[in-house]
């Protein structure tokens, strides 16, 4: 995705479209419909990833625009990816769906885009994916399994 359309993407404000986010069982995955603050026909979707097929602990955010596809993919588990020079990163790390960043093939740190310190595995991840994809969660309810 052209660079232009992926920031402009990203800087929308974002709403939960239900007020409730429930984390799916190990081994399965669960999806949340999101729209835009100012625009009700700009639909995203959340997808929260626990199908680990060698990793009990499998777990992935992913951030879609139904119309544009991927935005941003996070990995807290799995194996390493390739950053931009070659050199593996570890988890997590985030994979970024613009020209920049070769369409997602190179990882990024998660410490690279972000220093919370996340404490809660599942709940801690979550909330800063969404914040960086600009979702608000004021008056989210997130159930933990």
Known sequence: MENEKFNELLLIV???????IDFPD????????IIAENDFNNKF??????????RRDN???????????????????????????????DTPHVHIFDEEHN???WAIPLSDLS???????????????????????DNVKISMI
């Open 115 to 137: 220093d919370s310190e996340i404490v809660f595995e599942l709940y801690d991840s979550l909330v800063l994916f969404l914040k960086y994809n600009n979702v608000k969660i």
């Open 14 to 20: 974002k709403y939960l479209q239900k007020n409730k």
């Open 45 to 54: 979707q959340l997808i929260i990833n626990r199908k680990g097929h060698l």
């Open 59 to 89: 777990l992935t955010y992913q951030m879609m625009s139904k119309r544009f596809g991927i935005l941003v993919r996070l990995d807290m588990s799995g194996s390493p990816h390739d950053d931009r020079f070659g050199n593996p990163v």
């Open 103 to 105: 369409n997602g093939r």
């Open 26 to 33: 190990y081994g399965t995955q669960n999806t949340h419909a």
